[in-house]
């Protein structure tokens, strides 16, 4: 895998790249944003998995540079940084990163999130839809493309996040999703606290849908969909 490590301090970066190289990583180093970006331009070159992203880099924010990065590519985003605030970590959440690593952390740990967020990347792409694909569960039809929900043919306005986690769910009907894996995939994080935002997401479908019976709550492991009767 093609790897992009977006880091000013070359003695962080040589110690950080001869250790992917151990484990199988082709990295290219970019000492800045304008050079990070340039990096992700050329389209007859392998793609990279993903990109590295410090924060504090010396001709502009790590977050702009994240945020330029999403608006032209899909690549999965871990940003290193040893910003550790909460606030800090929400805002490159929000602006699309897909994890958020605080330094100093230990390698190992580090090359775990490379590879998950990797695996959810492939994953993704496995089974992303096709444009006009939508899924019809019962009374329910979800319309992947346009994001509308409609029940009995009547539409449900739904927030962002009830969409998502609507949508994860809908998957695979009467597969079982831990609750870790809810929180990561329409979350992306794993803190502490996120648990009791999708109990309020979980009531607020079921309320919305009036379908009470439609998201059920397996105690002690997560949430899944039973699809109703036509």
Not at 181 to 196: A, D, P, Y
Request: hydrophobic share 40%; charged share 25%.
């Amino acid at each position: 895998m093609r790897l992009l490590l977006v880091e000013d301090d070359n003695h962080v970066a040589a110690a950080l790249s001869a250790i992917l190289a151990r484990h199988g990583f082709q990295v290219v180093h970019a000492r800045s944003g304008d050079e990070a970006l340039q990096a992700l331009l050329p389209a007859d070159t392998e793609p990279f998995g993903v990109v590295l992203l410090d924060l504090g880099l010396p001709d502009q924010d790590g977050y702009e540079v994240c945020g330029k990065i999403r608006k032209r590519s899909s690549v999965p985003v871990i940003m290193v940084t040893a910003r550790a605030d909460v606030r800090s970590r929400i805002h490159g959440l929000n602006l699309g990163a897909d994890d958020y690593v605080t330094k100093p952390y230990d390698t190992g740990e580090l090359l775990a999130r490379i590879h998950a967020v990797s695996r959810r990347k492939a994953s993704n792409e496995d089974t992303a839809p096709t444009p006009a694909a939508g899924l019809r569960l019962g009374h329910v039809h979800i319309e992947l493309p346009t994001r509308r929900v409609s029940v009995d043919g009547s539409e449900v306005q739904l927030t962002r996040k009830e969409f998502d986690l609507l949508a994860l769910l809908a998957q695979r009907p009467g597969v079982v999703f831990r609750r870790e894996q809810i929180i990561s995939e329409v979350w992306r994080t794993s803190w502490e606290g996120t648990g009791r935002t999708l109990e309020v997401h979980v009531a607020s479908l079921r309320s919305k849908l009036r379908l009470p019976a439609l998201i059920e709550t397996v105690r002690g492991v997560g949430y899944r969909l039973v699809s109703p009767s036509a």
